[in-house]
């Protein structure tokens, strides 16, 4: 299995740290004493000389292996002599070729320690382990403890490391549509434990993250020990959004990257999907009338839906081996995964109020849709109706992209009616940040999917094949829209306001 909760072993959360002034490959030695760390129970760091650029490198059976950059004095030699010095650095030989008795004289104390800092500084580990005498001496100036490699090995198995047991999540790295920081405030504020999110990529939108990873931190090491150190010292749980790590590319990027750190941590760990990350395209086909998979309208369409067939397969037997809560944020994705708990987006009240009028005063009225993704909103379906009805004089139709979400809710809460999915079957962020609004909400949301929810959706149904026709009734029955309207922000108070989403993650987080 993938993760299995054993909250009754001991967690491994010490770290180590393995230092040596010998270049990777050349001190086996080195390698031997990080395993024998590792065996003992620390997540460990081992890090190594490079001549070229600080590059991680893939995780060595669970230890974390640094090539650090180091100066040599051939740096600043010009020419052949320059080019030539370097490259006997890096290969551990003199520069008339004969191989150095000592990899490790290679470089001196000071040139491994002023490279050496930052890297202890971000991992903070528990104990420092030398393997040559040029790395004691580094270690040793910058003012640590250290211990050479054979006293550690006669060193005991490290004691239980204290941590607050009171529970403590993670969640990331994803962020999408500010949803991993919504969740976290959710936990925090409705379930008193506390919760914070990673976001490991830029959005047009400024959402709201605890903590933001641009994509030069999501590949540096620095930042991958650093959220290495912070977890093992302050993470109880782990809810990895869409299947991502939550060490940046430390261990390579991916959570079953991270698990087994996580695992020996004594961390429990969950999956959370979104939508397009574990939905089936072929099972969608099979279930839903308008699936925007059966006949992509473009190329890129069509080469998006293959690869999120080939991708979500493989995902979904990933998931199939896993052996921990996994939650979707939808409750159309229970079609995917079957045992799946639905973890309510989260809307924020006090920033999506009531518009100023109510909707449906204007003689036009405004008819508003915000495609995140058009392929996936059915806009090509939905438009030529919107723009025949606009013909006709009957609605005025406004298309949103790329807005700022300040000013996003201002162009809702000034809407009279908003249009969200359409092929997808669902309902999401827009539908409840209409409904909040108190806006007319329309939008294709599958009986599958209504059913599955315990109240009704005061959504107005309509397909791409029906919404004139809805829009129509709207229009001839304005107080009825209205009154469906009225009630939206109820509905969204008692699903969306975080109470939910929280009572969701509870029993997990406490059990």
């Not at 002599?81 to 490790?104: E, I, M, Q, S």
């Not at 109880?236 to 869409?242: A, D, F, I, M």
């Not at 973890?343 to 920033?351: F, G, M, S």
């Not at 919107?386 to 005025?396: C, N």
Request: proline share 7%.
């Amino acid at each position: 299995m993938l993760e299995q909760d054993q909250p009754d072993q001991p967690a491994a959360r010490h770290r180590a740290a393995v230092v040596s002034a010998a270049p990777a490959g050349a001190d086996p030695a080195a390698r031997a004493e990080a395993d024998r760390l590792l065996n003992q129970g620390y997540s460990v760091l081992l890090i190594t000389p490079a001549f070229g650029k600080r590059r991680p490198e893939p995780s060595h059976g669970g230890v974390h292996v640094v090539e650090a950059r180091v100066g040599t004095a051939f740096d600043a030699a010009p020419g052949a002599l320059g080019k030539l010095g370097r490259k006997a650095v890096l290969t551990t030989r003199n520069a008339r070729g004969k191989a150095l008795r000592d990899p490790a004289a290679t470089w001196s104390a000071t040139d491994v320690a002023a490279e050496l800092r930052p890297y202890l500084n971000a991992f903070a580990p528990d104990i420092v382990v030398a393997a040559d005498k040029t790395a004691e001496k580094a270690v040793a100036k910058l003012g640590r403890s250290v211990v050479a490699a054979g006293a550690a090995q006669a060193a005991p198995k490290p004691a239980a490391k204290t941590v607050d047991p009171a529970p403590s999540l993670l969640i990331g790295s994803n962020n999408n549509a500010g949803m991993g920081y919504a969740w976290a405030r959710a936990v925090d504020t409705h379930a008193g434990i506390r919760a914070r999110n990673i976001q490991k990529k830029s959005y047009p939108f400024a959402y709201g993250s605890d903590i933001k990873a641009e994509d030069k931190d999501w590949v540096d090491p620095l930042w991958g020990l650093g959220r290495v150190a912070d977890t093992l010292d302050t993470v109880t749980h782990v809810l990895s959004e869409s299947g991502l790590a939550v060490f940046g590319r430390l261990n390579g990027g991916q959570l079953a990257d991270d698990l087994p750190e996580l695992r020996r941590a004594g961390i429990r760990v969950g999956l959370l999907f979104h939508g397009s990350d574990i939905r089936s395209p072929d099972r969608h086909i099979e279930l839903y009338k308008f699936s925007p998979f059966r006949v992509p309208g473009s190329e890129e369409d069509r080469q998006l839906t293959e690869t999120l067939r080939a991708k979500t397969a493989e995902t979904a037997k990933w998931v199939a081996d896993f052996d921990g809560p996994v939650f979707v944020s939808t409750p159309d994705l229970i079609d995917d995964v079957p045992q799946a708990t639905w973890l309510p987006v989260v809307v924020d009240l006090e920033q999506w109020t009531e518009g100023v009028k109510p909707p449906l005063e204007r003689e036009v009225p405004v008819v508003v849709h915000a495609p995140s993704r058009p392929f996936m909103k059915g806009s090509d379906l939905i438009e030529p109706t919107l723009r025949g009805l606009e013909a006709r004089g009957l609605i005025e139709y406004r298309r949103l992209e790329h807005i700022p979400q300040a000013e996003l809710v201002g162009v809702v809460q000034d809407a009279d009616i908003v249009l969200d999915h359409f092929v997808i079957g669902n309902y999401g962020v827009m539908t409840c940040q209409a409904m909040a609004a108190g806006r007319v909400s329309i939008a294709n949301i599958d009986r599958r999917v209504r059913d599955r929810v315990p109240a009704e959706i005061p959504t107005l149904q309509a397909d791409p094949d029906t919404l004139a026709e809805v829009i129509e009734g709207v229009l001839a029955d304005r107080d009825a829209a209205r009154a469906v309207a009225a009630t939206g922000r109820a509905f969204v108070r008692e699903f969306h306001d975080g109470r939910k989403s929280a009572a969701a993650l509870e029993p997990w987080l406490r059990g």
